[in-house]
């Protein structure tokens, strides 16, 4: 073993898939790109996700506490980091990208049609906002697409790298 810096943890736990976040702010509809996000209850199902208070939907999540998130599929990796690498303050990242704003049922903020699921989610913990920029989401509802079969997904490594969803294997388990 060998000591390994601090800031490559990350590297180490990322928690899943490469996802875009939606909000929508006075009226302007954004899309960021997010990594981090886990799982941290299932009924309801509530998702922890950090959203740096430099990025511009970090203001509109917290004033209107609700968004999107949608889930791409490797197809759209490109647009993907793309759209991490500006910011919805200056772009409208739905015309310059090519994706196309869906209504959602529950929430204000858009699905992205392209992706091969979206979950409307409001905010229902802001405890860790101002200390972490931490928010804890419920989704209200999720949405597939039928017509993208076994969607493979990206997960971020650090640097520019990803790494794909591989083989699916199948070992006994007691979970559902």
């Known amino acids: 073993?060998?000591?390994?810096?601090?800031?490559?943890?990350?590297?180490?736990?990322?928690?899943?898939?490469?996802?875009?976040?939606?909000?929508?702010?006075?009226?302007?509809?954004?899309?960021?790109?997010?990594?981090?996000?886990t799982m941290v209850e299932f009924e309801p199902p509530l998702i922890a996700c950090v959203v740096s208070n430099a990025n511009h939907s970090f203001a509109a999540l917290r004033a209107t506490k609700e968004c999107v998130i949608a889930i791409p599929a490797l197809e759209l990796a490109s647009k993907v980091v793309a759209?991490?690498?500006?910011?919805?303050?200056?772009?409208?990242k739905?015309?310059?990208?090519?994706?196309?704003?869906?209504?959602?049922?529950?929430?204000?903020?858009?699905?992205?049609?392209?992706?091969?699921?979206?979950?409307?989610?409001?905010?229902?913990?802001?405890h860790l906002v101002n200390k972490f920029n931490l928010f804890v989401l419920e989704v209200l509802k999720a949405w597939s697409d039928p017509a993208q079969k076994n969607p493979k997904t990206i997960h971020h490594c650090g640097h520019g790298r990803f790494v794909v969803d591989g083989e699916l294997i199948k070992l006994k388990s007691n979970m559902p």
Not at 83 to 92: A, L, P, Q, R, T
């Open 1 to 37: 073993m060998k000591n390994l810096t601090l800031a490559k943890v990350y590297q180490l736990l990322e928690p899943g898939p490469v996802v875009l976040l939606t909000t929508t702010h006075k009226g302007r509809a954004n899309v960021m790109t997010m990594s981090w996000q």
């Open 83 to 92: 759209i991490g690498n500006c910011s919805g303050k200056d772009v409208d």
């Open 94 to 126: 739905f015309k310059r990208f090519g994706l196309t704003p869906a209504p959602a049922e529950r929430v204000t903020p858009p699905l992205v049609a392209e992706c091969f699921a979206n979950l409307e989610c409001r905010v229902v913990d802001t």
